[in-house]
């Protein structure tokens, strides 16, 4: 593909819609998910939240890894200033799509890419709109018996059959997905962690 | 151990911290140099001070009363031990610095004992880098919020953050959390809090000073290298 990491990157995640995100970049990379608290803090805006914990799954990696680019990321969904994390069991994914239902909220993701032995670290936070349209009562009951929400902020999948919900995405749809592609890249590019050698059929050809 | 070999000692320390110090681009004189001083004897003290430390660091406020009341002041005293609330009166009266603070209510009450004393005491925050449940100090995550806390205690001056990195066979190991540390302490200091100051990196021990050293410590707090292994208590 052209592109080169100057150091091995980690994906400090579990998500398996992260570690596809990533790959479309076409890059290689380690997965070495890191289990953190994901308990909120008193008085945590949802920002904060995501920042933090993406830098925390990163930080416990990089640790270990300090020579290699470590990336983490948080999503979560947010409406009427409420964050929505993780549905525990059917009831409480339940109620979470009677929230989303028919409205707009926001998603934001968090991520942080550090690399210690250069002591680098930045964070950045997205966040996208996405409106639902309304949720019959008969969705509901199907969708929460599916295995999707449980491991999903905000109790769905918009790569799933969660887009059967979606209306509108204002935003990164890769965002919402779990991790902003966009933004990832122009971080890695600042940190001079990527390099772009031009395709081999283009140029001069070997010189002589 | 006797006072040649203390000075010996810290001959040896002061120059790899000096190497250390240069193979980061950074000055030697940048770098002081704490003795640890828990269970040592008042002679052995007295060497170390006599060969040039800057600070001693004591880990119990009762231990270190004991000794500068028969020694005096001929340099810093530092404590790096726990503080314990009941202990802050005597605290906020001995210590030229308190390199262990990790709660706001610590903070508070020896603010308070400060201002009875008629002192303004110079304070670290200790920082739980690893997370680690066997270690004191605030969480990565909480540290910016703490120091926010702390920082209008008006008779408390916050001067940087202090860690312990876990013990590793490989001090290189240890490298990371002195990197983490000093990122932290950059970020703390980027968001401009008022009357708080982040010049004071204290970190690195016997195992791993030289690695705390290349990562920016501004103090490295020695022992074992520099009294020999410490008699069973």
């Keep these: 593909?052209?592109?080169?990491?100057?150091?091995?990157?980690?994906?400090?995640?579990?998500?398996?819609?992260?570690?596809?995100?990533?790959?479309?970049?076409?890059?290689?990379?380690?997965?070495?998910?890191?289990?953190?608290?994901?308990?909120?803090?008193?008085?945590?805006?949802?920002?904060?939240?995501?920042?933090?914990?993406?830098?925390?799954?990163?930080?416990?990696?990089?640790?270990?890894?300090?020579?290699?680019?470590?990336?983490?990321?948080?999503?979560?969904?947010?409406?009427?200033?409420?964050?929505?994390?993780?549905?525990?069991?059917?009831?409480?994914a339940a109620r979470m799509l009677e929230k989303l239902s028919g409205r707009t909220h926001e998603v934001y993701t968090g991520f942080a890419l550090l690399r210690l032995a250069a002591r680098f670290a930045v964070r950045r936070e997205v966040r996208a709109a996405v409106t639902f349209r309304?949720?019959?009562?008969?969705?509901?009951?199907?969708?929460?018996?599916?295995?999707?929400?449980?491991?999903?902020?905000?109790?769905?999948?918009?790569?799933?059959?969660?887009?059967?919900?979606?209306?509108?995405?204002?935003?990164?749809?890769?965002?919402?997905?779990?991790?902003?592609?966009?933004?990832?890249?122009d971080a890695l590019k600042a940190a001079g962690a990527l390099s772009f050698a031009p395709p081999p059929e283009e140029g001069r050809g070997p010189a002589g | 151990m006797n006072d040649a070999a203390i000075m010996d000692n810290i001959a040896r320390i002061r120059e790899r911290i000096a190497r250390a110090a240069a193979g980061a681009g950074r000055r030697p004189e940048d770098v002081r140099l704490m003795a640890v001083a828990k269970t040592v004897d008042d002679e052995r003290i007295a060497a170390a001070i006599a060969a040039g430390v800057d600070i001693i660091g004591e880990n119990y406020v009762q231990e270190a009363k004991r000794k500068i009341e028969s020694m005096g002041r001929p340099c810093q005293w530092h404590l790096i031990g726990h503080l314990q609330t009941n202990k802050a009166k005597h605290a906020a009266r001995l210590f030229d610095m308190i390199h262990s603070v990790d709660r706001l209510e610590v903070a508070r009450e020896l603010d308070r004992r400060a201002a009875g004393a008629g002192r303004i005491v110079p304070?670290?925050?200790?920082?739980?880098?690893?997370?680690?449940?066997?270690?004191?100090?605030?969480?990565?995550?909480?540290?910016?919020?703490?120091?926010?806390?702390?920082?209008?205690?008006?008779?408390?001056?916050?001067?940087?953050?202090?860690?312990?990195?876990?013990?590793?066979?490989?001090?290189?190991?240890?490298?990371?959390?002195?990197?983490?540390?000093?990122?932290?302490?950059?970020?703390?200091?980027?968001?401009?809090?008022?009357?708080?100051?982040?010049?004071?990196?204290?970190?690195?021990?016997?195992?791993?000073?030289?690695?705390?050293?290349?990562?920016?410590?501004?103090?490295?707090?020695?022992?074992?290298?520099?009294?020999?292994?410490?008699?069973?208590?």
């Design chain 1, 1 to 92: 593909m052209g592109l080169t990491l100057s150091h091995p990157l980690i994906l400090a995640s579990a998500s398996p819609r992260r570690e596809e995100l990533l790959r479309l970049l076409g890059l290689d990379f380690q997965v070495l998910p890191s289990r953190v608290d994901e308990t909120f803090l008193v008085n945590e805006n949802p920002g904060e939240r995501v920042l933090r914990l993406a830098e925390n799954k990163a930080h416990i990696v990089a640790l270990t890894h300090p020579r290699a680019w470590v990336l983490g990321a948080d999503t979560i969904v947010v409406i009427d200033g409420e964050a929505l994390g993780k549905p525990a069991d059917p009831p409480a």
């Design chain 1, 134 to 185: 309304k949720i019959s009562p008969e969705e509901k009951m199907w969708y929460i018996r599916s295995p999707e929400p449980y491991d999903k902020a905000g109790a769905y999948a918009v790569q799933g059959l969660g887009a059967f919900f979606i209306k509108e995405i204002h935003g990164s749809y890769t965002n919402v997905m779990g991790l902003p592609l966009c933004e990832v890249v």
């Design chain 2, 123 to 233: 304070i670290l925050i200790e920082v739980n880098v690893s997370g680690e449940t066997t270690k004191r100090g605030v969480s990565r995550e909480e540290a910016l919020n703490l120091t926010r806390e702390i920082a209008p205690l008006e008779r408390l001056s916050i001067r940087g953050l202090m860690t312990m990195a876990p013990w590793f066979d490989d001090p290189e190991a240890a490298r990371p959390y002195f990197a983490s540390l000093r990122i932290l302490r950059d970020r703390i200091a980027a968001a401009d809090i008022p009357g708080v100051h982040m010049e004071e990196l204290s970190m690195g021990m016997s195992g791993d000073f030289e690695a705390a050293v290349a990562e920016g410590a501004t103090i490295v707090r020695i022992g074992r290298s520099l009294f020999g292994e410490r008699p069973p208590r």
